[in-house]
């Protein structure tokens, strides 16, 4: 695909942030599997499903501009899943609580990448006049936003005090 103008890069990074949602639900769910926190358990299912709400958001935009069926592969968010399976899946943990901490440590690293993304496609999609498409990535935003604060909240309320 050539980048001639500024919706050329917004397409392109619609269908990025579709590979990165993708990539990060699959790790999402084993992170839940592998927490035992309660809290955090749950905090990851809604992530779970924040991360698909965000597909289908990025399914119906690339729809609505004819790119039905194309695809991107997200390298950024690969090198994040490894990180991810490597630091908190298959590494040896003295304890659950430690490997909790860890957890919401990777978890919270992709929300940035998606954060990081979702606000250049909103600012990509009100410079286009996209104000639907924008409103849709905005909530897309404000939730990735909410994760990661939740996740932090855990983090600062007990499961980093029990890791110690």
């Known amino acids: 695909m050539s980048m001639d103008n500024l919706k050329d890069v917004y397409i392109d990074q619609v269908l990025d942030l579709y ?3 993708n990539q990060s639900a699959k790790i999402t769910a084993k992170l839940r599997e592998a927490a035992t926190d309660t809290e955090l358990k749950e905090a990851l299912q809604r992530g779970e499903d924040g991360i698909k709400e965000g597909m289908k958001v990025m399914t119906s935009i690339t729809e609505s501009h004819g790119k039905r069926g194309e695809s991107e592969h997200c390298k950024g968010m690969e090198g994040l899943i490894r990180e991810a399976e490597a630091h908190a899946l298959d590494e040896t943990f003295g304890d659950d609580d430690t490997r909790d901490a860890m957890i919401i440590t990777q978890y919270q690293r992709m929300a940035h990448y998606a954060i990081a993304g979702y606000g250049c496609l909103a600012a990509f999609a009100n410079r286009l006049g996209l104000e639907d498409e924008r409103q849709q990535i905005q909530d897309c935003l404000d939730a990735c936003y909410s994760g990661d604060k939740s996740m932090s909240e855990l ?6 005090k029990a890791a110690v």
């Open 19 to 21: 590979s990165a949602n």
């Open 155 to 160: 983090a600062e309320r007990g499961i980093n």
